[in-house]
């Protein structure tokens, strides 16, 4: 019998360890389905089941954890002996938008620490239009990228609100929604264009409250003080636990979008490591 693939081998173990296809999936870097798919496969390759339903989720075999045990110590031998080779360390100064930074970016970094332990990071969070500082990378919301800029998000805004605010309010619809019940972002043109492009005649003129920043924006929806424009980026964690909602399914194309810009000097390895990892995020995120 051939020897399994290593990275199989490797799932495996790390869902002996952690009893979870989710948990699992986290520590190898990989989406679950990829980790059943590896395991199907392993399962053809040794010729015995490895795992079993169990609640909602899965236990491994008898046989399975006979197997994990006799091969976790030749694995543990190879990580030690790959410890570190190759390994991107040293600083790392990333400045982000302070609204990605905070509802998108931030709860991913675990898998970027996992990935690379020997760097040390530093996240800068960054208003809108504010200068850049000296940094490693850069990821702007902007509709004028640098030549040297790597293309990222597209964004795509949409009514969002809380569920209580939607039930009490009732009945609305963009050609009926109150002035004075807008959320604004930096300025009054964020609605004026959504009213325009979902042809609602509302005029929102100075009505409702202006915000200079996303979180507290997000946070006044949140409260039930009206509707603000999210995205599917930095309002999707509110909405995937019903802190948020879409009132209505119209969406316009915002024209900018996430960029990342290395230093004028070119990127280091951390960056090159950090700018690899972003593009698996996203990848997972598409998927």
């Not at 504010?130 to 597209?154: R, W």
């Not at 969002?160 to 609305?172: K, M, R």
């Not at 909602?245 to 996430?258: L, M, N, Q």
Request: net charge negative; aromatic share 6%; proline share 7%.
């Amino acid at each position: 019998m051939n020897i399994p693939p290593i990275s199989a081998l490797e799932v495996l173990e790390s869902l002996s360890r952690t009893g979870s296809i989710s948990a699992a999936a986290d520590e190898v870097h990989l989406s679950p389905s990829a980790v059943s798919h590896k395991l199907k496969a392993l399962e053809v390759s040794l010729g015995f089941r490895l795992t079993i339903p169990r609640g909602r989720g899965v236990s491994l075999t008898a046989e399975a954890r006979r197997y994990v045990a006799a091969v976790a110590p030749a694995l543990a031998g190879l990580r030690e002996a790959h410890r570190g080779l190759g390994q991107a360390r040293g600083g790392l100064d990333v400045a982000v938008t302070s609204g990605l930074a905070a509802t998108w970016l931030a709860p991913r970094l675990r898998r970027f620490l996992n990935r690379f332990p020997e760097i040390s990071l530093t996240l800068r969070s960054m208003a809108l239009g504010e200068a850049v500082p000296d940094c490693d990378l850069h990821i702007s919301f902007t509709d004028a990228p640098k030549a040297t800029s790597e293309h990222l998000f597209d964004v795509a805004f949409f009514p969002v609100c809380s569920p209580d605010f939607l039930y009490s309010a009732g009945g609305l619809s963009p050609a009926t929604v109150p002035p004075d019940m807008l959320l604004h972002l930096d300025n009054r043109d964020d609605w004026g264009n959504w009213l325009a492009a979902v042809q609602s005649p509302v005029q929102p003129g100075g009505a409702g409250i202006r915000f200079t920043g996303l979180l507290a924006m997000y946070a006044a929806a949140e409260a039930g003080l009206g509707i603000g424009l999210g995205d599917g980026l930095t309002s999707a964690r509110a909405l995937s636990t019903g802190r948020l909602v879409r009132p209505f399914e119209e969406e316009i194309a915002s024209g900018k979008g996430y960029w990342i810009t290395p230093a004028p000097g070119g990127t280091s390895a951390p960056a090159e490591a950090f700018m690899g990892w972003l593009r698996d995020e996203i990848a997972a995120t598409a998927a």
